[in-house]
Nanobody, 131 residues
Framework: QLQLVESGGGLVQPGGSLRLSCVAS????????MGWFRQAPGKEREGVSC???????NYGDSVRGRFTIYRDTAKNTLYLQMNSLDAEDTAVYYC?????????????????????????WGQGTQVTVSS
């Protein structure tokens, strides 16, 4: 059974940091492109970052320079290190697998339906940035 389980969300003050984790089971994470997405109340799903099987990293414009995506192959776990958080980062964050080695364009929020060909998805973890 393919499964992704996120953790690490919480309440953080503006300017703070959080690290999200996504543990994969049922497949080898490094063989696929893996993405982080987020969705705030009343907003469309947004692609945050994607890492390809080969290790190439992609970031959305709103998080580039502040967030870092990486993985630990021994733990079969994907991470998202988030620094310099602000209120605009408040959302439910999801990890998902793209059943291909490359991220392609479907992770990118500038394209229609970001994440449409990603499967499975985790259950999400809430990140709230507030003072």
């Amino acid at each position: 059974q393919l499964q992704l389980v996120e953790s690490g969300g919480g309440l953080v003050q503006p300017g703070g940091s959080l690290r999200l984790s996504c543990v994969a089971s049922g497949f080898t994470l490094e063989n696929y492109a893996m993405g982080w997405f987020r969705q705030a109340p009343g907003k469309e799903r947004e692609g945050v970052s994607c890492i390809s099987s080969g290790g190439s990293r992609n970031y959305g414009d709103s998080v580039r320079g502040r967030f870092t995506i990486y993985r630990d192959t021994a733990k079969n776990t994907l991470y998202l290190q988030m620094n310099s958080l602000d209120a605009e980062d408040t959302a439910v964050y999801y990890c998902a697998r793209r059943p291909f080695a490359l991220c392609g364009l479907t992770w990118d929020s500038s394209k229609p339906s970001p994440g449409a060909d990603f499967d499975p998805w985790g259950q999400g973890t809430q990140v709230t940035v507030s003072s």
